[in-house]
């Protein structure tokens, strides 16, 4: 999926330079992380932006890159997936724990507080990319990727789906956490 990711944001920015600048951030930072390519290619694709546009136009065409060729399919794959279900809700919280365990999996940090069939309350104390930005001095761009998460939560209908979505801050946005909240009608 990262490759795809890449190949996407890479096409929609349509800048020169960043695949290079990205192999200085992942040589400089070493590890064989599934989430570095991506991270450093975000980060590059900034930092190239910077050299001839203001800081906020650089933003907003890295964040477009990297939302606008993904969100369709990514809202409305997860709106058919809570749609097809039959409990909506246990198919979210499934969802969450497998792309925990095998997406996020050992870079990042999830703390569940409650896994009861009622409301599943997990929160991620360690973000490989909330780290990675600050290491290469761009904290700026840490809500762009958890803007990222903006088009799955927009697939919840609470009316429809029988469940709401909490997430009042995250890391990048000075929160303790990045608090996942679900919570069964």
Known sequence: MNDQLIS???AHLGVPDVAERAEEIIAAHGGDSPHLRLTATVIAGYQVLLRSVPRDEALRRVAAAFHEP???FVHDGTRE???SADDPFTAMVDTSKDREDNYFGADFTFV???DDGRSYLVDVHRCFYWDLLRANDV???GPVFCE???AWI?????DRHGFTFSRPTTLARGGATCPFHFYRS
């Open 8 to 10: 996407f944001f890479l």
């Open 70 to 72: 993904i969100r369709p």
């Open 81 to 83: 997936m809570l749609d």
């Open 112 to 114: 569940r507080s409650a």
């Open 139 to 141: 904290p700026e761009l």
């Open 148 to 150: 990222f998460d903006a």
């Open 154 to 158: 927009g697939a919840i209908d609470p």
